[in-house]
């Protein structure tokens, strides 16, 4: 409050009356100067004498007066901050209201701040924009960001690596990219050992085939009993090698091409030599049949040192020893050992089959003896020769049975064994397929070297063999058929 409102106040509590030691109040009348009464409120003094009592009024009417409270203050108001030049003492809470028409500057705390902050919005909410969807924070460096995430839920993370990924596992691992193994996969060209879970490749059955158009996949067809179906394309596969002895289904396939004629001996022909000289008997009916001798070639006159003789023509060849002493061992071609095939003299006999051969050459083990021989078709039948200086047959000694079946077909196997004292043998074919058996060598189908035995049955005698009188063995008789439990008759003594 300044100093001359301080003064003015004093002066009117002075001249009007206004002061700490008031007793009390009241009222006089008087007339005024129209002699009309008029009524006017005293106060008193403490000895009880009036005192005028005035007031402080504005221009307009005297209810705007200025009042004193019980504690005799005067009430003071005014109408604008910039009359009142005022200093506050105290405590407590002050309400001030303040207008601002610019950028308020803050300072935060008790630190003064340089950098000014700017704020906007009303009601307590700040609104904040982003440019972009979901919003992207950008952090100079990741050392100066240090935040944890509180919560559940996915959340995708996107990461960068230009290198080779170090990735570790607590637990065990489902697959391990790093070994194909664990992938049930294998690699190379060689044999290895086998993974321990291998990929398994399924297929699919379909009651009608699928008809996949270009550039579709499907997976493998199965019939209805879960086997893989597989259709050879026409065109397809090519020569096949099929060993001795190896079962081969019966099929519609033949392998008779133009330049194939019988008897299949062309190379050109691509079957086996064995199923060769099956198709020779099969369309040979004269190779089964009685012997047709045509001509006769000019008589061996055997001696030690072995003599040739020119074959007559034929595609077989009876070589008939019909010296009385000894015996003549022959070969087809231009020599002959006493290792080859043996001729007993007396009529004794062997049928050659010619595949090409010129010659016939045969020797004696001493002396001399002539052999006959007669080329034709068929086959030779008659009985042997016996007697003779070089020995004849033992009498009176049991005879072993040495019957059987053929164990695999179109593998040669033993009747009986070598030794020395087996003095001869009988042999009959009771199975219905064609027989061979050879005495020096492996019997083979078709070979000049073994005999060939008919057909027969078991009700129907096949082709035979007897051993001549003098023909003492002393090898394994070996036989041959075409089908396993093929059947034999045989008995050596």
Not at 247 to 264: E, F, I, Q, R
Not at 352 to 380: E, H, K
Request: glycine share 14%; charged share 5%; hydrophobic share 35%.
């Amino acid at each position: 409050m300044n100093t001359t409102l301080k003064y003015t106040i004093w002066l009117l509590s002075t001249v009007l009356g206004i002061c700490p030691a008031l007793a009390g109040s009241g009222t006089i009348t008087v007339l005024d100067s129209t002699s009309a009464t008029r009524t006017y409120d005293v106060i008193t003094d403490g000895s009880g004498n009036y005192v005028s009592k005035m007031g402080l009024c504005d221009q307009s009417a005297a209810a705007n007066c200025a009042t004193v409270d019980t504690n005799h203050a005067l009430n003071v108001s005014q109408p604008t901050a910039a009359n009142l030049n005022a200093t506050v003492v105290g405590t407590g809470t002050f309400a001030t209201q303040a207008a601002q028409s610019g950028t308020w500057t803050v300072q935060p705390g008790n630190t003064p701040n340089s950098t000014a902050w700017l704020v906007t919005g009303t009601g307590g909410t700040f609104p904040v924009t982003q440019s972009t969807s979901p919003w992207v924070v950008s952090q100079s460096t990741a050392a100066n960001l240090n935040a944890t995430v509180v919560g559940t839920g996915t959340f995708a993370t996107q990461a960068s690596q230009s290198g080779t990924w170090t990735v570790t596992q607590s637990g065990a691992w489902t697959v391990n990219p790093t070994t194909i193994g664990n992938w049930g996969l294998m690699s190379g060209t060689v044999p290895g050992a086998a993974p321990t879970n291998t990929l398994i490749t399924g297929g699919i059955y379909n009651s009608a085939s699928p008809t996949p158009s270009t550039g579709q996949t499907l997976p493998l067809q199965l019939d209805s009993s879960g086997n893989l179906n597989v259709n050879i394309k026409a065109g397809s596969g090519g020569a096949v090698t099929i060993a001795n002895g190896a079962d081969v289904a019966l099929g519609s396939t033949t392998d008779n091409p133009a330049s194939c004629s019988l008897p299949l001996t062309s190379s050109a022909c691509t079957i086996s030599q064995d199923m060769k000289n099956l198709v020779n008997i099969a369309n040979s009916p004269a190779a089964i049949v009685g012997f047709r001798p045509t001509a006769y070639g000019t008589p061996i006159s055997v001696t030690t040192g072995g003599v040739t003789g020119t074959l007559p023509a034929g595609t077989t060849v009876v070589a008939t020893n019909v010296g009385s002493n000894n015996g003549a061992y022959c070969a087809l071609g231009g020599s002959a050992t006493t290792s080859d095939q043996y001729i007993a003299p007396n009529g004794g006999w062997f049928q050659f089959y010619i595949s090409g051969d010129t010659q016939l050459t045969c020797i004696t083990a001493s002396s001399t003896t002539t052999v006959n021989m007669a080329g034709g078709t068929g086959l030779p039948t008659g009985t042997g020769g016996g007697g003779g200086g070089s020995g004849g047959n033992s009498v009176n000694v049991t005879p072993t049975d040495c019957s059987g079946s053929i164990s695999m077909g179109m593998m040669a196997q033993p009747a009986f064994g070598a030794g020395a004292t087996k003095h001869g043998f009988i042999f009959m074919n009771l199975s219905a397929d064609p027989m061979w058996i050879s005495f020096n060598t492996t019997a083979a189908i078709g070979s000049v070297e073994s005999y060939l035995l008919p057909a027969g049955s078991s009700t129907v005698a096949g082709g035979s063999f007897a051993s001549p009188a003098g023909f003492g063995i002393n090898t394994a008789l070996s036989v041959i058929a075409a089908n396993s439990t093929d059947k034999y008759s045989c008995t050596y003594w």
